[in-house]
């Protein structure tokens, strides 16, 4: 498992289920994804895998973003608006098509600490009507300041 993660070149995926999702009675969550980026961690690649749609009653759509939260804040900078809910138009695998890739496909750059997080956000009903799904999101972060001293 290792050797293919090696050769995808993503260094990180979590697993995001319904069940981290339906305990919030409102239509929006935000999941701390990856936490303790420090100045200088470079997210160069990120992407989501639909494993299995979103479902839950009168939930219509279900959007998931992906960005940070630092000194520059963008919620949608890695991953902007994938449906999820199979309610919805679903779509089943993304690569990073946030502002972070948007013109020159280079990522970001953490200028000061912070975290990678995903938004949910349901049309239709609360957050607790769901009762599956699971969508995977893939990134590669690479630690500048510890490279550049491997490098020196």
Not at 63 to 91: F, K, M, N, Q
């Amino acid at each position: 498992m290792e050797e293919q993660a090696a050769a995808s070149g993503f260094s990180h995926v979590v697993m995001i289920d319904y069940t981290d999702l339906n305990t919030t009675a409102g239509t929006t969550k935000t999941l701390e994804i990856l936490p303790g980026m420090k100045l200088g961690s470079l997210v160069d690649k990120a992407a989501m895998y639909l494993e299995t749609g979103f479902v839950g009653a009168s939930i219509t759509n279900l959007l998931l973003e992906v960005g940070w939260d630092s000194t520059a804040d963008d919620a949608d900078g890695l991953l902007a608006g994938y449906e999820v809910a199979t309610a919805g138009t679903e779509i089943l695998a993304g690569d990073g098509d946030g502002a972070a890739f948007a013109t020159l496909r280079t990522g970001f750059a953490f200028v000061a600490a912070g975290e990678i997080e995903a938004l949910f956000t349901a049309t239709g009903a609360n957050l607790t009507a769901l009762t599956a799904g699971r969508v995977h999101i893939f990134l590669h972060v690479t630690q500048l300041a510890d490279l550049a001293r491997v490098i020196a």
